[in-house]
């Protein structure tokens, strides 16, 4: 399950981090320091979707093989 999780991780961690980092630019208020805060995007959105990579590494185990 470390495995997919990985996996899962690797990819959901780039689409949160992307999302992000859009957000920031997006906002005049944040996008005016935006080398402080796109950094810290990023941060966010990899940290953030470790625990969510784990519940959808669980899903994927646990579906039934057919």
Not at 5 to 16: K, N
Not at 20 to 28: D, G, K, N, S
Not at 34 to 45: D, E, T
Request: hydrophobic share 60%.
């Amino acid at each position: 399950m470390f495995k997919i999780s990985l996996l899962v991780w690797i990819v959901l961690g780039t689409a949160l981090a992307g999302a992000a980092v859009i957000a920031v630019l997006a906002f005049p208020g944040l996008a005016d320091q935006a080398m402080k805060n796109i950094p810290r995007a990023v941060l966010i959105g990899f940290t953030l979707a470790m625990p969510l990579s784990y519940l959808v590494a669980r899903k994927i185990g646990t579906s039934p093989a057919r």
